[in-house]
């Protein structure tokens, strides 16, 4: 069974969540520890989830982003392997520099919860593949998910196709509504939105189950 | 020692003379040194119970065969069958969040989760119940900004949904906010229940989690007292969150717990090191001796006393074998926590406390906690309180739509939109209804089950009558679950009354404790844990008493439960009614009366039949008639493009009327003849109220008003009240 490695901070807490996601995706998970490399080869993909790794002290993502495991992440990445990350996960690949952009507080200054409604904009080379859907619905449970990037390296973005989803209705004030960002080969990629919240019908809505 | 220090000393500890002379008679010698921390801290109303203890006991009763693990524990463990047990526990942090909103409340959600997984169960949902005073007040907006911001903080980062609660606004909580959590924990098939008993004299004594500060020095003992203009100056005894670390104590615990690592284990919550030592040794019925130096502490200055009383958050206490502590260790090491051996279990039924090699004391356990005093404080059998003849609103139609939609947009109306979207409601993969529904579900993993979770009690019935409020705390929550077919399986409790050294205060604890019990005892959903809460009082100004519960319960599936809202245009609206008692909303007349009586026994039997019939599959949605009466009900269940239209008449004083106890339910229109028939063979008294519609909101010829008028003021509410906060 091919496997997909789950990556745990210190302060992760969807890390379980993504494991069960992974399971029921007929992967086989693995737990990858904050202050240990793995092997490249032993994964088919690497995801990077939710939650306030290292208490989100400092910067959302900052101190996770100089941990061991992200070397190899960032090695990972470099050949041009499958990476995820979710909420938190997203804010660590920002901080690792794997992915564009900053996430900041959110306009409102407050943490949100809730339903958005969603628009993909660029397909990545592995994650959200199956799905010809354009359109989709997505919990999301951020305090600091507002994209940020200079205008320059916003229009670079843009113009890189590196904007892989938008939401429908902005609720963090992010720059161009964008939700979540690819990197240039398309391989890494990030979102505040939970796809794992939404695979099943009793959670509420099924369009995360595609990402994986 | 002179008179004079005498009476500083009993003030400075909290200590009446009467207790000091009990101290004295059980020691055969005053108190001396750190013995005055320890009873100031252990017999304090707040670990004691002292004036609580003997009405609690009543509870006891209630107990059914689904309960293990009852005794002597945080919380009693319930048993859901299949393998699946749950673990919960209500508990307020009123004086410190009313004192510091953001940390006060941080903090107490980080306590009671630790209650909860201190018991081997993993924290799965959080509820909230908070009494805030008028929006207006001084202070308010501060203190419901802060709160809701210190739940969030804390619960969002430790990764536990908070999934459900309640809140309330009344001036009688300006000065002294309610916040109470609750938290459920999950047992899954395997795992095991830890207890808190220190067994095995030799074994280590293990301190783990955060170093000891200053921090919440007599916490225990504030809480046990009323509030006076001084309140702000007890800033320092507030205690500091930190929900990173609280999140690595949950891992690191599990881990130590599955790998058997572990002989006892509790947490230090209120009077920290002191109740987990004294607490565990009493319950094991063995001793301890503890090196006070060598507990892990923050500030070098700090003294013996001081880490007795702290109450610095993210710490447990452990007993495990010697030769399993280096395994153990390696795991708190993983996580980045210390775990530091301060002591051992012995044989001798004595708390050796020392420090730097000094014996600063040698003492019973059970002195400080099975001897505590306890008070049979003066009190009376209840009489029914402001009970009517009849009731009678003056409010003419015109004038109620007004009040309608402003109440729709009001604080009252809106304020748990805004609350609750702070709150993470899915992180844990469980939710299947959060906090933007009446009751909360989750999904247990292995049974695939739904684990109803709600919170109960309404101010205002019990400013009424503290028996009605008392039943009403149990029962209405009970029918909500009820509604969503869900079938309530026990009950907690966190009981926050103002002094009790005032026989009417006592009066109304006792008159509520009495009502929950026998709810209790009807429902067979037996009162598993619980706490108290008193001296709710600022400058002798009572609150209104507050007996907040919190209720579990189970459906067999999470398919199919009736929505809020309506759902189908053309389906039929029903009212299901077992009236027995009824009362004028007090939010559309300032009346405090009511008519009826308490019919407890009818009232359990009318639960059952709702519960049952909320599970037929033409059932679309269903909603129990509550704050506000019908009208506010009717209009709760409209969403854009789904309305509502009267087939009969109602009159204003129907509209605004809250009974005990209605039910709407919105039936598919094919399926009308089959659920009539249900109800006639279920012998349940009903009205067809009228259909659901595409445009109007309308409720007799004289009351309707268009769809999105009450649309919009459900919406520009929350607009709105985040302004007036802004």
């Known amino acids: 069974m091919k496997k997909i490695g789950v990556v745990r901070f210190p302060g992760s807490n969807c890390d379980r969540d993504v494991f069960q996601y992974v399971q029921d995706h007929q992967y086989q998970a693995e737990y990858l520890w904050h202050l240990d490399q793995f092997n490249i080869h032993d994964y088919e993909g690497i995801i990077l989830p939710g939650g306030f790794s290292y208490g989100d002290y400092l910067r959302a993502g900052a101190l996770s982003a100089r941990s061991p495991v992200m070397k190899s992440v960032a090695d990972f990445a470099q050949k041009g392997r499958p990476v995820l990350g979710i909420c938190n996960g997203f804010q660590v690949l920002v901080e690792t520099h794997i992915l564009p952009g900053a996430l900041v507080q959110n306009s409102g200054l407050k943490f949100i919860d809730g339903w958005v409604n969603l628009k993909f904009e660029n397909q990545s080379t592995f994650w959200a593949q199956k799905e010809s859907q354009k359109n989709i619905r997505l919990p999301i449970a951020h305090g600091e998910g507002r994209f940020y990037a200079p205008q320059a390296e916003l229009e670079k973005i843009e113009d890189c196709g590196q904007v892989w989803l938008r939401y429908e209705s902005n609720p963090n004030g992010s720059l161009n509504d964008i939700a979540g960002v690819l990197n240039r080969t398309k391989n890494v990629a990030g979102l505040m939105p939970h796809p794992e919240r939404a695979y099943a019908d009793w959670m509420g809505g099924i369009d995360g189950w595609s990402f994986l | ?726």
Not at chain 2, 192 to 202: E, F, Q, R, T
Not at chain 2, 216 to 245: C, L, R, T, W
Not at chain 2, 325 to 353: P, T, Y
């Open chain 2, 1 to 726: 020692m002179n008179q004079i220090t005498h009476e500083g000393k009993l003030k400075h500890y909290r200590i009446s003379q009467a207790e000091y002379e009990k101290i004295c008679s059980m020691l055969g010698r005053p108190p001396e040194g750190v013995e005055w921390a320890l009873f100031s801290a252990l017999w304090s109303e707040h670990c004691s119970y002292k004036s609580s203890k003997i009405h609690l006991k009543k509870f006891g009763k209630t107990l059914n065969q689904t309960v293990v693990n009852a005794e002597g524990e945080n919380a009693g463990v319930v048993d859901l069958g299949q393998g699946e047990r749950v673990v919960f526990k209500m508990e307020s942090h009123n004086h410190p969040s009313f004192i510091e909103p953001y940390q006060g409340a941080a903090t107490g959600v980080g306590g009671i989760l630790r209650d909860i997984f201190t018991m081997g169960a993993r924290p799965i949902g959080l509820a909230d119940y908070l009494c805030f005073g008028n929006i207006e007040a001084d202070r308010m907006k501060t203190l419901v900004e802060g709160v809701v911001k210190g739940i969030s903080g804390y619960g969002n980062s430790v990764g536990v949904p908070t999934v459900t609660g309640q809140t309330n606004f009344d001036p009688a909580y300006n000065k002294n906010i309610l916040v109470n959590a609750m938290a459920v924990g999950l047992l899954r098939p395997n795992e095991k229940v830890s207890l808190s008993a220190a067994k095995g004299p030799g074994n280590c004594v293990v301190y783990v989690g955060a170093k000891t500060g200053k921090d919440g020095v007599h916490g225990a003992a504030m809480a046990s007292e009323s509030f006076d203009e001084n309140s702000e100056a007890k800033k320092p005894n507030v205690q500091i969150g930190d929900p990173y670390f609280e999140k690595l104590l949950i891992e690191s615990c599990f881990e130590v717990l599955q790998k058997n690592l572990v002989v006892a284990i509790q947490d230090m919550g209120a009077a920290g090191i002191t109740s987990s030592s004294f607490e565990m040794s009493s319950k094991g019925q063995v001793g301890m001796m503890i090196q006070l130096d060598q507990v892990p502490v923050r500030d070098s200055s700090i003294q013996p006393e001081e880490i007795l009383l702290s109450e610095s958050q993210e710490r447990m206490l452990l007993v495990c074998e010697p030769q399993k502590f280096s395994e153990l260790s390696q795991v708190f090491e993983k996580w980045g926590l210390d775990a530091v051996i301060i002591g051992e279990v012995i044989a001798e039924r004595k708390v050796k406390l020392y420090w730097k090699g000094h014996c600063l004391t040698s003492i019973d356990p059970d002195l400080l906690v099975e001897k505590a005093p306890v008070y049979e404080r003066p009190y009376h059998a209840w009489k029914s309180q402001n009970q009517t003849e009849k009731i009678h609103s003056n409010l003419q139609p015109k004038d109620y739509i007004s009040q309608l939609i402003s109440y729709l947009g009001s604080t009252h109306g809106t304020a748990r939109d805004y609350i609750c979207s702070q709150y993470d409601q899915r992180v844990g993969l469980m939710t299947a209804r959060g906090a933007d529904h009446d009751v909360a579900i989750l999904r247990l993993p292995d049974s695939k089950r739904g684990l109803g979770m709600t919170v109960g009690c309404r101010p205002s019935v019990m400013k009424c009558d503290a028996q009605l409020g008392g039943f009403d705390s149990v029962f209405y929550p009970a029918l909500q679950m009820a509604a969503k077919g869900i079938k309530t399986l026990a009950i907690t409790d966190c009981l926050n009354f103002g002094n009790p050294e005032k026989p009417e205060i006592m009066s109304e604890f006792v008159a509520a404790v009495e009502a929950i019990r026998d709810a209790s005892l009807i429902l067979d959903a037996p009162v598993v844990s619980g706490n108290v809460s008193f001296y709710n009082e600022t400058l002798g100004q009572n609150i209104i008493s507050t007996p907040a519960t919190g209720l579990i319960g189970l459906r067999e599936t999470v398919a199919q439960i009736p929505e809020d809202q309506f759902q189908k245009i053309g389906s039929q609206v029903y009212l299901l009614s077992s009236v027995s008692a009824k009362m004028l909303s007090p939010y559309f007349e300032n009346k405090k009366s009511w008519i009826g009586k308490i019919e407890p026994q009818k009232t359990g039997q009318f639960i059952q039949k709702i519960q049952k019939l909320s599970l037929l599959t033409s059932v679309l949605s269903t909603q129990a008639v509550g704050r506000g009466g019908l009208g506010v009900s009717l209009a709760r269940m409209c969403r854009p493009g789904f309305g509502f239209q009267s087939f009969i008449e109602m009159s204003v004083a129907d509209l605004i009327t809250e009974t005990f106890y209605e039910v709407i339910f919105e039936v598919d229109h094919d399926a009308q003849h089959d659920f009539e028939t249900k109800l006639k063979a279920e012998n349940i008294d009903y009205k067809i109220l009228g259909k659901v519609t595409e445009r109007t909101f309308n409720l007799s010829q004289e009351i309707h008003v268009d769809l999105l008028r009450v649309n919009q003021a459900q919406n520009k509410g929350l607009g709105g009240f985040i302004e007036n906060l802004a």
